[in-house]
């Protein structure tokens, strides 16, 4: 080979290595589509938290105990913590004397889900767990006192609508708390990182007031706000209320191994390790259906 094509070599490998740097480090497999960023959850979850090294401490200090606070004037809040991984917000909540509610934390990683089970078990009677896509939240509108989204809105398909979808579930009064990516790695994340002011104008846009967007960490902004409405929060329903099927929107209906819709007769199994699998229905013939959230247009 001439010197020129050794250099034209070098350089489409090193262009190489950075495409895939970008795809798989930076951007975390967002743009391969949810299979992909799904798939480096599944890989990563048993060292996650090792990788991460968060600070029991910090988390409690600086976001289980404002968000107790945020709650503490509502009875028996209820928590929807969106792509929540390995359980991290809800064990900085559920730490707190203060708060006496419960949380149901949503992701699509399936791994993630089994190790915030192991992470959280001595607060498993106040937690649910729910294997489901973060872009069809399978609850009705105005379910929630407190709807959670961190380090998550940049790894899932039009942010935008999830943020949308955030808003729905939440009762009027409650608290939204959300992070937004910022830093010299967001430039590389177009369409799933914006600029601090563009992203407060998104969320001015909602039916939201009392927008606050604040630093929170090196790469994060942390955006808390309030849903507008007369507030009605406050008591927790069972599963069985407040759940709706992925598929049609109907009532589903416990049963002994799982939840059925009463409506397409979809049944949602519960796993062994108590995860209630949405993304995981099979029809009224056994058959396993289309997943949850697939009809649609992952998540920590």
Avoid at 48 to 67: A, N, S
Avoid at 114 to 141: G, K
Avoid at 148 to 170: K, S
Wanted: net charge neutral.
């Amino acid at each position: 080979m001439t010197a020129l094509a050794w250099v034209s070599l070098l350089a489409g490998l090193v262009l190489l290595g950075l495409l895939l740097y970008w795809l798989f480090i930076i951007a975390e497999g967002a743009y391969l589509g949810p299979w992909a960023v799904v798939l480096l959850y599944d890989w990563a979850a048993r060292a996650y938290e090792r990788i991460k090294q968060y600070d029991p401490g910090d988390e409690q200090w600086f976001l289980g105990l404002p968000l107790a606070r945020s709650l503490e004037l509502v009875p028996a809040p209820l928590v929807l913590d969106v792509a929540t991984g390995t359980g991290r917000l809800p064990r900085a909540l559920l730490r707190q004397p203060a708060f006496a509610g419960r949380v149901i934390g949503l992701d699509l990683s399936r791994r993630m889900l089994h190790e915030a089970v192991e992470r959280t078990a001595q607060f498993a009677d106040r937690l649910t767990f729910i294997w489901q896509d973060a872009r069809c939240l399978p609850f009705d509108d105005d379910t929630f006192d407190c709807v959670t989204c961190l380090e998550a809105l940049e790894f899932i398909p039009r942010p935008r609508e999830v943020l949308a979808e955030l808003v729905r579930v939440l009762r009027p009064g409650g608290v939204l708390l959300v992070t937004n990516r910022i830093g010299w790695e967001a430039r590389f994340l177009p369409g799933r990182a914006f600029p601090r002011a563009e992203f407060e104008a998104l969320l001015r846009a909602l039916p939201l007031e009392g927008v606050k967007v604040q630093p929170w960490q090196a790469a994060y902004d942390l955006a808390w706000a309030l849903k507008s409405g007369d507030p009605h929060g406050g008591g927790v329903r069972p599963l069985e209320q407040i759940l709706r099927c992925p598929n049609c929107g109907g009532r589903l209906r416990r049963e002994e191994d799982g939840f059925r819709c009463v409506g397409c007769g979809r049944l949602y199994p519960v796993a062994a390790d108590g995860v209630i699998e949405l993304h995981a229905g099979v029809d009224g013939q056994g058959k396993r259906a289309v997943r949850g959230g697939s009809k649609q247009t992952p998540g920590s």
